[in-house]
């Protein structure tokens, strides 16, 4: 039998925690995701599957929503992200689909991305050498699209001070050197 161990994005056993004055950044590898997309003429049904599911309406251009372990956040015209924690919801993708039905496609993610955690007064400073999204108007919650050490990256703003970058797991090491040498000359 293989000895297999679990490893994060950035090759660890734990998650990597990095702190500075006034800023928490943390590989986060314990959250489930998953892509839901309508299906042509089907939109009615995914959002009343989505409402009995996310205890909310399926959230429009720019915002997330969610009032329970499941949350969503926009991602384009009739696509959305969800994300649940991993402990309990590992199998999320197959419980979306379940609720869905064959009213919307979904697709496994979790492995495809890696989330860090922005914590503390100093986000926004590095932030704004980051990337050209306006964190200090974002609305919290909120989410956008926005280029984050040259990748394409999703950026949630969760609560005052408190951001998480949601950015291709194969670029995990370059994001994270990106945003913690962006936090050293920032603070």
């Known amino acids: 039998m293989h000895d297999l161990t679990a490893t994060t994005a950035l090759g660890g056993t734990t998650a ?22 309508s299906r042509l003429g089907r ?6 599957a989505a ?43 197959a419980r979306i689909k379940a609720a869905m039905g064959d009213a ?3 697709t496994e993610q979790t492995d495809g991305w890696v989330r860090f955690d922005l914590e ?13 999204a306006d964190t200090r108007r974002m609305d919290s919650p909120a989410a956008t699209r926005t280029a984050i050490a040259h990748q394409s990256c999703f950026l949630i703003r969760r609560a005052d001070g408190h951001f998480s970058v949601i950015g291709p797991r194969s670029s995990a090491q370059s994001l994270h050197h990106g945003l913690i ?7």
């Open 16 to 37: 990597e925690v990095r702190d500075f004055e006034g800023l928490r950044i943390s590989e986060c590898p314990d959250w489930a995701l998953a892509s839901l997309a």
């Open 181 to 187: 040498e962006a936090a050293y000359s920032a603070l």
């Open 51 to 93: 409402q009995a599911l996310l205890g909310a309406a399926l959230p429009g251009v720019g915002a997330c929503a969610g009032d329970g372990p499941v949350t969503a956040f926009w991602i384009g015209p009739e696509q959305w992200m969800l994300e649940a924690p991993h402990g309990s919801h590992e199998d999320l993708a």
């Open 120 to 132: 503390g007064a100093g986000c926004h400073q590095v932030l704004e050498l980051m990337c050209n």
């Open 43 to 48: 939109e009615d049904e995914v959002a009343a």
């Open 104 to 106: 919307g496609s979904v």
